[in-house]
């Protein structure tokens, strides 16, 4: 029997949820396998419990590859969740037209003016809201929001496409809208509001815009949580071996699934709490859980994995050492630092976390986790370790998270990381090698990093901070990342 592609006419199983109506009431920028796998997942359930037109555009930034196979599969797609109990494919069919933002500027912009789309979300990484590291402001000096501030009606940013969009929106109809952040941010929507705002205020508006915007548009917080690994052929073959369609794009995901959204939607949403959203009004207090407990002992676990040849996380989380250390960063520095949701019981969230970094189902990559560091480790490590050297204490596995991420991405000359952390994807290797280009010892190599603009002022004047740095990446260095591990540990 021939395998057909997957399509409507080749469909033999029902789909997960509902299938979207025609017309989309949604626009998703940074069309990826989270996004499918997560808030497309709620979008579906929700539609099937209450309904509503919640179709969904899908928007990628520059790479045609997802939405080119999205259109050629009749926007269908599956999901192939693993886990220690087992695995189960399913296909979801909630996206109803593709886009290309670099190719489509002009008809994205319009197309998020239209009032039919009354929500767009966003996944978009950190890199894509364009702050500046150490301000916390709009990068407007930077390359890319000068070259969009210079030509508003061709922007290549997110943000200033964002912006241009609304102008239009209010140029056309002003109805109301909201964008949704669903990327791994300390108070995603007020970070995404405050970057659009700040742009909005450095570019020519109309008359009442700004008085509209304040009224009409809204920024939710929310948090997400599920761990979904980039597909791979195993992917692809296992679901043309469950559902009997060749699928171009499956998204391999954990069974666990968490979204907690902020209740502040201009014009209306799916009722994403049948499909088990959380609606609370403590969504930073769950993003802090979230941002330190899972992603940032998420990034120790890569770094110390990808130093010491393990290749999944599950493999790295496998090792005693690694355990050891995260169980401390847990302990003694990530859950003092938050303050924690109403009735949430700490201890048993953990259990659930070391459950998950065990899924050999799923295997997540070590080297796609410890991607993207110099823009991750902002969210996980200044504040918690401010605190504690505030209070005189060092910050033993928040210094051991930064010396392995300079180990793996930027290592000393002389060192080298190994094939793990060589495909580390590090948009800032270039900007890294730079400041540490003349530096004659470990010492000044942590202290060109650390002070070159890729942590906050009062972390980098921390001498005690970059000095134990240092200390852990010359023991990485000399004798390797278990012994370091250690010395952080008995500390």
Known sequence: MTIQPLSRASLTVPVLGASAPPTPGMLHLGIGNFHRAHAAVYTAKAMAAQGGDWGIVAVANRNRRVVDALAGQDHLYSILELSSAGER???????????????????????????????????????????????????VD?????????????????????????????????EPITI???????????????????????????????????????????????????????????????????????????RFSMWVIEDRFAAGRPAWEEAGAIFSDEVEAYELVKLRLLNGSHSLIAYLGGLSGAETIPASFGQDFVRESVTALLNDEYLPSIELPSGFDPQAYIAELFDRWSNHALGDATARVGSDGSLKLLQRVPDPALRLLGLGEVPQQLSLMVAGWIACVAPPAGFAPGPIADAMVEPARERLAEVTAVAGSVRAHVEGILRGGFFPDALAASDVFVARVAELLDIIVSHGVQDAARAALDA
């Open 142 to 174: 930077g390359a890319l929001v000068s070259a969009d501030l210079a030509n508003p009606d061709a922007p290549r940013t997110t943000i200033g496409q964002l912006a241009g969009a609304l102008i239009r929106r209010y140029q056309g109809n002003a």
């Open 180 to 254: 949704l952040s669903c990327d791994n941010l300390v108070s995603a929507g007020h970070t995404a509001h405050k970057m659009v705002s700040q742009y909005l205020q450095a570019t020519a508006t109309p008359d009442g815009f700004h008085d509209w915007f304040a009224a009409s548009v809204t920024f939710p917080n929310a948090m997400v949580d599920r761990i979904v690994p980039g597909t791979t052929d195993a992917t692809r073959a296992r679901v043309r071996e469950l559902l009997g369609v060749v699928d171009a794009i499956p998204v391999p995901a954990e």
């Open 89 to 139: 494919a399913d296909v979801m069919d909630v996206h109803r037209e593709t886009m290309v933002a670099a190719e489509q500027t002009t008809e994205l912009m319009a197309r998020i003016a239209d009032p039919a789309i009354r929500i767009v979300t966003l996944t978009i990484s950190e890199n894509g809201y364009c702050r500046n590291a150490v301000t916390g402001d709009l990068d």
